[in-house]
């Protein structure tokens, strides 16, 4: 996979279909395009989840290769970021453009991520099941 995103880790626990892999940052990480969006990046240590990824031949312990694919990351950017700044300068720029005065303008905007990042997070394992890594 040439445009993947790929990190090595250590499976922490297996439960059913869903596997617990404990990633660790590498050098290799600052030569990333997206490390400075990847939360992998930004400490020294991550749990990944990898649902339906049974495998039989894995343990506890075992060296894996985690990845997904450049454009699941960026679609996973677009929804973390993207698209909730998008939400809120457009909720900034209609409450100053009927006349709100720029406190409330900013308040409102923030308020409208509210409802978003609820919605986000009760489609979750809806998300997880096209947003995931995978074992390699």
């Known amino acids: 996979m040439e ?11 297996i439960d059913g279909e869903h596997i617990r892999v404990r990633i660790t940052q590498h050098s290799a990480c600052s ?5 400075s969006h990847c939360t992998a990046a930004e400490s020294k240590e991550k749990v990944v989840d990898v649902f339906h990824g049974a495998r ?4 506890v312990g075992d060296s ?3 990845g997904t694919s450049g454009q699941t990351a960026g679609m996973a950017l677009l929804m973390g970021f993207g698209l ?16 709100a005065g720029e406190g ?5 905007a923030l308020c409208a991520l509210v409802p978003y990042y609820i ?3 009760s489609q979750r394992h809806r998300i997880a099941r096209k947003i995931a890594f995978s074992i390699e």
């Open 104 to 108: 409330s303008a900013a308040l409102a």
């Open 31 to 35: 030569a990333c395009k997206i490390a």
């Open 64 to 66: 894996v290769v985690v």
């Open 56 to 59: 039989k031949d894995l343990n």
């Open 3 to 13: 445009n993947s995103i790929r990190h090595e880790g250590i499976v922490e626990s």
């Open 84 to 99: 909730p700044l998008i939400l809120l300068l457009a909720v900034l720029a209609v409450m100053l453009s009927v006349g």
């Open 119 to 121: 919605l986000l997070w």
